[in-house]
């Protein structure tokens, strides 16, 4: 009898635990908030504030995704996470989704079993060095010692790329972008390597950033953007679509401010009717409110506005555009229609 | 069981299994074994569904397939084109490496303050005291930690040894002492060095034969040679000799800085050091209670007489206590030297690659294959341990009181 009761509780907890793994989406409303994996902690992208909040980019896109299904940014509760423990936390269902400035890979998406929902930020790898040791290009760097983050497409881009260029360099592999940034300034490597945004993050919180140089090379493609778990399109859909219809806000020149007035029935064009849920049940389609988009773009406005808000030119990373301006303005941001 | 020399040998009944002694012990084994077989049935099944459900198999294919990253320390031939299996290896080399490094510090470490710990000095014996305290009742990961920090922030960096007011090596500027870790010279092994090699190995076997010649001469006599004087010239003059005759053979590559960092020599990095110092330190305050309580389990009328026969406190306690303590302490020694292999594991988190930083870190995460590569690591530990344990068993046999 004892046996049976057993076989039976541990057959039912088998089941429930393989169970976790199906539909996100009802996962998260039953919970009542979404589950979001970000850096341990990289200035601009996610970071704690003076208060205990997270904030930066990466943070108010998944703040966004929360308003999308809860209407509400602060039904969100966040994990940092470093670049070994991400994938494990994502696939053991310990979050919903990360935004961690993760690279689009072809053996992540297919052998690691995720779903990429497209890119908030267009990237690439670059190498950054002190001024005063008189480099000016990548291809001096024969011989440095290089920083780079352990479990990251970085290590392997810098293991082609030195090879490439048949130079000789010593890793010293660290976990998190403060324990890299504390061996650099110690100069117990000469060279410190990660996406270029993440240089620029760090550099800005340096004491001296002046006396720090970004090399020109940019030795990589980093598509950064979230991604979720195989298998679980309903919910994947709804996290790509949010990223969409910021994109798309920007396009349409909704912003944060002025959502609210373009969500009535006196606005002309159908694509900004459709995106706010005045026209058409798209909100249904996705099983969301018919004004998901209008409360994920109140969270922190449009993909323009959360750009320069967190690491544009006027903040102290100072990133340009570049890549990430939108398709019609020379950049390649560009979200399908929507429709 | 035998019930025949019983007159009325009841008939086995089943209550029997829970309430006659005799049977008890069974039915609760075999109820644990079931419980236990269960419990692996269950995380067993688990692990294969929730695999199946993200559609994962098991396959240990990515062995073989190319790594694609650096690793920084390799005693073997490495590099980004060598497979996982390699990569593995490395690591478990360099597991090995600091094990035994730190074990034999450890233990260096462990018994002078543990017998200084019983010296009468009070200054000394507190000191030890403070040692002993403070550094087991720190976690391991902060003083690896702290060792590092000590390492990059106080140090020199490489730089300092360029320029106008450039700081000198060490030993005739040969040894550089930087926050990127010790740079040491090499011996550079050329034609006709096996001789000296040779010779070398040769004049060892010699003074331990002399050593063991003259020790059964002084018990048959009682006539004592001067042992260390004669085997420190049998050891030195031949090689010596040798040495120049074959005109120097063996020099030193001295490290030299060019470009970025100090070129040629051997390079002890940083994380390297950090981690030795920082297990040994830690491991060899537990050590020194072991080495205490062994001395202390010594009757103190064995070091009386050790007195009463003439001999001084330092021939007291290498002839007559340590040799009688280390029965004592080899056993818990044997768990202290599994501690430091275990707690080496904690290298990654100052960036040396280890087992568990290549195997169980990056090829884990480039792989993917989280499950096989914690298999694999799982069962390199406990090989690891095994051997560890079974050899200091081994050595715990031959120092054993002999029963005669």
């Known amino acids: 009898m004892r046996l049976k009761t057993t076989l039976v509780a541990a057959a039912a907890a088998a089941a429930f635990s393989v169970g976790a793994h199906g539909a996100t989406l009802d996962d998260v409303k039953a919970k009542g908030f979404i589950q979001c994996g970000v850096s341990t902690g990289l200035a601009g992208f996610a970071f704690t504030d003076s208060d205990g909040n997270w904030d930066g980019f990466d943070v108010v896109f998944c703040r966004a995704t929360a308003a999308a299904v809860f209407g509400d940014p602060n039904a969100i509760k966040f994990t940092p996470t470093t670049g070994k423990t991400r994938f494990t936390a994502l696939a053991s269902g310990e979050i919903d989704v990360l935004y961690r400035n993760t690279t689009w890979t072809l053996s992540r998406d297919v052998d690691l079993k995720f779903s990429f929902l497209g890119v908030n930020y267009y990237d690439g790898q670059g190498f950054m060095i002190r001024k005063d040791m008189g480099v000016m290009s990548a291809s001096e760097l024969d011989g440095a010692t290089v920083c780079i983050q352990t479990g990251t497409t970085t290590e392997l881009n810098l293991a082609d790329f030195f090879r490439a260029n048949n130079m000789s360099y010593e890793p010293v592999p660290i976990e998190t972008n403060a324990e890299a940034q504390q061996k650099y300034l110690a100069n117990a490597c000469d060279v410190y390597t990660t996406d270029a945004s993440g240089l620029a993050a760090t550099r800005a919180t340096f004491e001296d950033p002046d006396n720090h140089i970004i090399l020109p090379e940019i030795i990589s493609k980093e598509p950064l953007g979230p991604l979720v778990r195989h298998g679980d399109n309903a919910w994947g859909d709804i996290v790509r679509w949010v990223l969409n219809a910021l994109i798309i806000a920007e396009e349409k020149g909704i912003t944060a401010a002025n959502v609210d007035s373009m969500a009535s029935a006196d606005t002309k064009d159908p694509e900004i009717k459709r995106l706010l849920g005045v026209e058409g049940n798209y909100g249904e389609m996705l099983g969301l409110s018919a004004d998901w988009a209008v409360h994920a773009i109140k969270t922190g406005g449009n993909y323009g506005e959360i750009f320069e808000k967190h690491i544009g030119e006027n903040t102290a990373i100072g990133l340009a555009r570049g890549l990430n301006q939108l398709w019609t303005k020379g950049g390649i941001l560009y979200a399908p229609p929507f429709r | ?404």
């Not at chain 2, 007011?165 to 040491?184: E, H, P, Q």
């Not at chain 2, 169980?360 to 690591?377: A, K, S």
Request: charged share 15%; aromatic share 10%.
């Open chain 2, 1 to 404: 069981m035998s019930t025949t020399g019983q007159p009325h040998a009841e008939p086995f009944r089943v209550s029997q299994l829970l309430y006659d002694t005799r049977y008890r012990s069974y039915t609760i084994q075999i109820f644990a074994l079931a419980v236990i077989m269960l419990a692996f049935a269950w995380a067993i099944d688990n692990a294969v569904r929730n695999l199946e459900a993200l559609g994962k198999d098991i396959d240990f294919g990515f062995i073989f397939e190319t790594s694609a990253y650096d690793i920084n320390q390799h005693l073997l031939e490495y590099d980004s084109t060598s497979t996982h299996g390699r990569a593995a290896l490395v690591g478990i080399i360099n597991t090995i490496l600091v094990a035994i490094m730190g074990c034999i510090t450890a233990t260096a470490i462990g018994v002078l303050a543990g017998i200084l710990r019983l010296s009468r000095n009070w200054i000394v014996a507190r000191l030890m005291t403070v040692y002993i305290e403070t550094v087991r009742n720190i976690p391991v990961l902060i003083w690896i930690l702290f060792t590092v920090a000590i390492v990059n922030e106080v140090l020199p960096g490489v730089r300092s040894f360029r320029g106008e007011d450039a700081l000198t090596g060490l030993f005739f500027d040969s040894v550089f002492i930087t926050n990127r870790g010790f740079y040491i010279p090499a011996p550079v092994f050329e034609a006709g060095s096996a001789a000296v090699v040779a010779v070398l190995l040769l004049s060892i076997a010699a003074a331990w034969y002399f050593g063991r010649w003259a020790r059964a001469r002084q018990a048959a006599t009682g006539r004592i040679l001067p042992v260390f004087r004669v085997r420190l010239a049998i050891l030195v003059a031949p090689v010596l000799v040798a040495f120049f005759a074959l005109g120097s053979p063996i020099s030193l590559e001295i490290p030299a800085l060019r470009g970025f960092n100090f070129k040629g020599g051997i390079y002890m990095r940083d994380s390297l050091i950090g981690l030795w110092l920082a297990l040994s330190v830690y491991t060899g305050a537990f050590i020194a209670e072991i080495v205490r309580a062994g001395i202390l389990a010594i009757s103190k009328g064995q070091t009386e007489a050790a007195y009463a026969l003439g001999l001084r406190p330092g021939r007291t306690m290498s002839l007559v206590v340590l040799p009688q303590a280390l029965r004592v302490i080899v056993p818990p020694l044997i768990s202290q030297f599994l501690n430091l292999t275990k707690n080496s594991s904690l290298a990654i988190a100052v960036g040396y690659m280890d087992a568990t930083g290549t195997l169980g870190g990056i090829t884990l995460n480039q792989t993917g294959r989280e499950m096989e590569c914690i298999l694999l690591l799982m069962a390199f530990y406990l090989a690891a341990s095994l051997t560890i344990s079974a050899a200091m068993n081994a050595y715990n046999r031959s120092v054993r009181l002999k029963e005669r």
